[in-house]
């Protein structure tokens, strides 16, 4: 099993930046694919970024391409989301999730093990 917790969320400018931390735990973590999702108010959880076990594959949603950038330090069971450029739009609860497997996937529905979320917003 994996568990994560979430940290680095806050209130930011338009243009702004932020770096959000995915703490894991559990031995499957280094070979587990890690996400980022996020969720705003009445809509459903959308992919951000993904990142293979190895940190040889990364993706990303078009929406974010250029401007987040997923990172991971297996030493440390921790996983990054950089995120510069920041826009109004980009304001949501944001979700760390692990598939638990090698596999990455930019479903959701893939992730067996998901954080409690950060809250990101960014004001105009």
């Known amino acids: 099993q994996v568990q994560v917790v979430e940290s680095g969320g806050g209130l930011v400018q338009a243009g702004g930046s932020l770096t959000l931390s995915c703490a894991a735990s559990g031995r499957t973590f280094t070979s587990s694919a890690m996400g980022w999702f996020r969720q705003a108010p009445g809509k459903e959880r959308e992919f951000v970024a993904a990142i293979s076990w190895s940190a040889s594959m990364t993706y990303y949603a078009d929406s974010v391409k250029g401007r987040f950038t997923i990172s991971r330090d297996n030493a440390k069971n921790t996983v990054y989301l950089q995120m510069s450029s920041l826009k109004p739009e980009d304001t949501a609860v944001y979700y760390c999730?692990?598939?638990?497997?090698?596999?990455?996937?930019?479903?959701?529905?893939?992730?067996?093990?998901w954080g409690q979320g950060t809250q990101v917003t960014v004001s105009s």
């Open positions: 999730g692990a598939t638990g497997r090698t596999h990455v996937s930019l479903s959701p529905l893939s992730y067996d093990y």
